[in-house]
């Protein structure tokens, strides 16, 4: 899935960025989950001597060592397990960017995690913003990721963590954008 551009005007760009509520997400989470309560109750079943699951019978495993090993897995992914639902439930990564220039300003935010930075934002003026910069790398861990170069300060991300996206679409999208806010397309 990529950014969704919504456009209100010829003026107002505004880009709509996925976070952690993928697909992909919720697949892993469910399958850690199913992972972790499986091996605690493996665990737990090793030490009362009595099966507490459904498809195999581990009350037989001595304790120790296996029922604490098989103990142990299934606390470390049932942990696993409560951080990915947090992610997914905070959807954290998600947010927007948007380019105004009625206002003449640049606003890029993400939801982060809880506490005091848990609002990510990045603003500046239109008139700074030096170019729009296309990050390719291909291999084994592909990166296609576009930038905002701003005066004085450090690229900002402007693409979603995570899958990325296709060489054509990060291409028209940064070309797009480029076009709007009237800076060059660096990078390809």
Not at 118 to 129: A, F, G, L, T, Y
């Amino acid at each position: 899935m990529t950014t969704e551009t919504i456009s209100s005007s010829d003026r107002i760009l505004r880009q709509q960025i996925l976070g952690s509520r993928r697909i992909s997400n919720y697949l892993l989470a469910t399958a850690v989950t199913i992972g972790g309560v499986g091996f605690l109750l493996a665990g737990i079943s090793s030490y009362l001597h009595k099966n507490l699951l459904f498809f195999s019978d581990p009350s037989q495993l001595i304790f120790v060592p296996q029922g604490i090993a098989m103990g142990f897995y299934g606390v470390a992914g049932s942990l696993l397990a409560t951080y990915l639902w947090l992610m997914i439930i905070l959807d954290v990564g998600s947010g927007y960017n948007e380019f105004n220039r009625e206002t003449g300003f640049v606003k890029i935010f993400r939801w982060g995690f809880p506490g005091k930075n848990r609002q990510i934002e990045v603003s500046c003026r239109i008139e700074d913003v030096q170019a729009i910069r296309v990050d390719i790398k291909e291999g084994l861990n592909p990166r296609r990721a576009l930038y905002l170069r701003i005066k004085g300060r450090r690229d900002v991300p402007l693409t979603r963590v995570g899958q990325p996206m296709s060489l054509p679409q990060v291409e028209n999208q940064g070309a797009e954008l480029a076009r709007f806010l009237g800076v060059p397309l660096e990078g390809l």
